[in-house]
């Protein structure tokens, strides 16, 4: 035991030599370029590339940081054993992340590259006004050496917007309105916020399924339409005129949208707008990816068709057109006239064109304008052109396809649990019942725990309307009936008939006054 202790001593020793001969021959400066020398000579030989994204880049935070880790968290299935669950301030889902040292493999068109998240101990810090983390945390990436220009020019960007989407998507969605007179607020924004939480979704609206089909793809390629729009040169926005009676659906299918795309809200009451330069700042304080609204446009502004201004108007001044008598002012909330410095709200037709058509709807991406209306007809037909209403929705009555989507809701019901008699008995008077949707949910909410009292009432309540529906349709064919009958007799009475000999004579004799001439 001796004899191995007094080996192991002389090794050490021997050991201690060798070493104090190396750091004599081989100082600290050239043993570091040693190392870096081989490190360049790995990597040249190394068909792989590498590329450090840390949380903290010296004292501000790495958003490319953030983006990788919410982009690898939703996008890419983890095969750790370990992960992290965090949720962020407003927002409404969870997030995972990888645990240390953990790897991950994503694919870009056809192209595999490698995640690694590395999380070390930061070295004791001195005195700072903005103390570091006690962890050093980063992502590692690897790469080939012939995609590095396909994952920078591209694949970064895409993480980029990849994880702006999910975030939005996970953030409370907003309900914004413009402040009373335009005023500010604290952060000198002239909107005000409340979250969105109005659960009408496409699955829950009371409308025919082909037509909400539609109107899903024609959002879905809007959405996604950013290199359509700037390759034609279009601004990337879009218009959606909702019309038709009260009651059926035009608030649920603004909500519908707002959910299904994930934006924002802005709901513009005109009232509280005092000129054209006030409606330009409010527009440019909107955010991309929002829907702005304006409902009941008929009533919120004193808007007719010019066209009937034109044929009611006295004097000669229903001759002149549009651009020779200027922009009619639209009087807001009954305000009387003035100019923009005036004490009137005054918004005038061209302000509100420009508003969602003009330079000024261009400050700005990815929004959609939206108008509701109960009569169509009272609208001007500048506003209803293309470029600022794309799609004209009409919001009828309750169809069948739309009650079973009711019936499902309130009452749960298929269409396989009702029985055949009452379904066509439904649909064969849904139809000229004409109810909308808002009425036939209220009698069917009234008994929602009692699915079979439900359908009954739900039918009478049809049929009685069908038959009030026949009779005042029996009413104004009689009524028509009767005013045909007094224009024949207007037709056939003496005085029509002198006046008819009177013009032939007249006629006449201008026929031969021209055969004199």
């Not at 969105?196 to 539609?214: C, G, I, W, Y």
């Not at 793809?217 to 909702?242: H, I, M, P, S, V």
């Not at 849904?430 to 909308?436: E, G, K, L, P």
């Not at 009475?493 to 002198?498: G, R, V």
Request: aromatic share 10%.
């Amino acid at each position: 035991m001796k004899e191995y202790w007094t080996s192991l001593a002389s090794l050490l020793g021997v050991f201690a030599f060798c070493q104090t001969i190396f750091q004599a021959l081989f100082p600290p400066e050239l043993r570091f370029a040693s190392l870096k020398f081989l490190y360049r000579l790995f990597h040249c030989f190394s068909s792989h590339c590498y590329f450090d994204i840390t949380e903290i880049d010296g004292v501000n935070t790495n958003e490319l940081y953030n983006a990788v880790q919410l982009y690898l968290s939703h996008s890419v299935s983890l095969s750790g054993t370990r992960l992290s669950l965090t949720r962020a301030l407003n927002s409404s889902a969870f997030t995972f992340g990888l645990s240390n040292n953990d790897t991950i493999t994503d694919t870009f068109n056809g192209v595999n590259v490698l995640w690694e998240h590395i999380v070390t101990q930061r070295q004791s810090q001195s005195f700072s006004w903005r103390p570091l983390p006690d962890e050093k945390r980063g992502f590692t990436l690897r790469i080939k050496k012939k995609d590095k220009s396909l994952i920078l020019n591209s694949y970064l960007d895409y993480i980029i917007d990849k994880a702006n989407d999910i975030r939005r998507r996970n953030q409370d969605r907003l309900l914004y309105t413009n402040s009373r007179g335009g005023s500010m607020d604290a952060r000198g924004h002239p909107w005000e916020s409340v979250p969105f939480k109005h659960p009408s979704t496409f699955d829950t609206l009371a409308m025919d399924p082909e037509r909400k089909n539609q109107i899903m793809e024609d959002l879905q390629d809007f959405a996604n339409g950013q290199g359509f729009y700037q390759k034609t040169g279009r601004a990337w926005k879009r218009g959606y005129l909702l019309y038709g009676p009260p009651g059926t659906g035009k608030s649920s299918m603004i909500a519908a949208m707002a959910n299904y795309l994930g934006y924002d809200i802005y709901d513009l009451e005109l009232t509280e707008v005092h000129h054209n330069s006030e409606l330009r700042k409010l527009l440019m304080k909107t955010s991309s990816k929002s829907i702005i609204v304006i409902e009941d446009i008929d009533c919120s502004i004193n808007l007719t068709n010019r066209k009937k201004n034109k044929n009611n108007g006295g004097g000669g001044g229903g001759s002149r057109s549009y651009y020779d008598s200027g922009a009619p002012e639209l009087g807001c909330g009954g305000g009387g006239g003035g100019g923009e410095d005036g004490g009137g709200n005054t918004i005038t037709l061209s302000g509100l064109l420009n508003f969602t058509d003009g330079l000024w709807s261009c400050c700005g991406s990815e929004r959609i304008f939206v108008f509701t209306t109960n009569h169509i007809e009272k609208l001007d037909p500048a506003l209803l052109r293309s470029g600022r209403m794309d799609m004209h929705i009409f919001m009828d009555y309750c169809s069948f396809p739309a009650l079973k989507i009711l019936l499902k809701n309130y009452l749960g019901c298929d269409e396989c649990d009702l029985d055949e008699s009452v379904l066509k008995e439904l649909e064969e008077v849904v139809d000229v019942a004409r109810m909308t949707p808002a009425d036939i949910s209220e009698v069917l909410i009234k008994n929602r725990r009692k699915k079979e009292k439900a359908v009954i009432e739900l039918l009478e309540t049809l049929k009685l309307r069908a038959q009030r529906n026949e009779k005042i349709g029996e009413q104004v064919g009689e009524e028509e009936e009767e005013e045909q009958e007094k224009r024949a007799l207007d037709s056939d009475s003496p005085k029509q008939q002198e006046s008819e000999i009177e013009e032939d004579n007249c006629k006449e004799g201008e026929e031969d006054e021209e055969k004199i001439k």
